[in-house]
């Protein structure tokens, strides 16, 4: 049974750093490529950042988090990372992490296979 779970989330003020956790188990993790969306009330599940599989050497970015935000992977501890600085209001959202059997850092939300449940980042202004 596959199983990812995200941790992390928070209330921070604006400015403010965090950093997303996704922990993996029941799956092949090296062969998935990662991503990362967010969900704001009363909108669409949005592509954040994603990282292929294995390596990871290709890394994709939503333009809005650009300069901001790193994605990154330990394979080893079966983990996703996504580092947020200088958070802004506008990022407030349910951040889900999801995977990508042999992706390649697609944004595309119908290429992912497995879900967690999402961890809540609050950015205050």
């Known amino acids: 049974q596959v199983q990812l779970v995200e941790s992390g989330g928070g209330l921070v003020q604006a400015g403010g750093s965090l950093r997303l956790s996704c922990a993996a188990s029941g799956l092949t993790f090296s062969t998935y490529a990662m991503g990362w969306f967010r969900q704001a009330p009363g909108k669409e599940r949005d592509f954040v950042a994603a990282?292929?599989?294995?390596?990871?050497?290709?890394?994709n970015y939503v333009d809005s988090v650009k300069g901001r935000f790193t994605i990154s992977r330990d394979n080893a501890k079966n983990t996703v990372f996504l580092q947020m600085n200088n958070l802004k209001p506008e990022d407030t959202a349910l951040y889900y992490c999801a995977a990508d059997k042999m992706g390649w850092a697609t944004p595309n939300v119908d290429k992912y296979n497995y879900w967690g449940q999402g961890t809540q980042v609050t950015v205050s202004s």
């Open positions: 990282i292929s599989w294995s390596d990871g050497r290709r890394r």
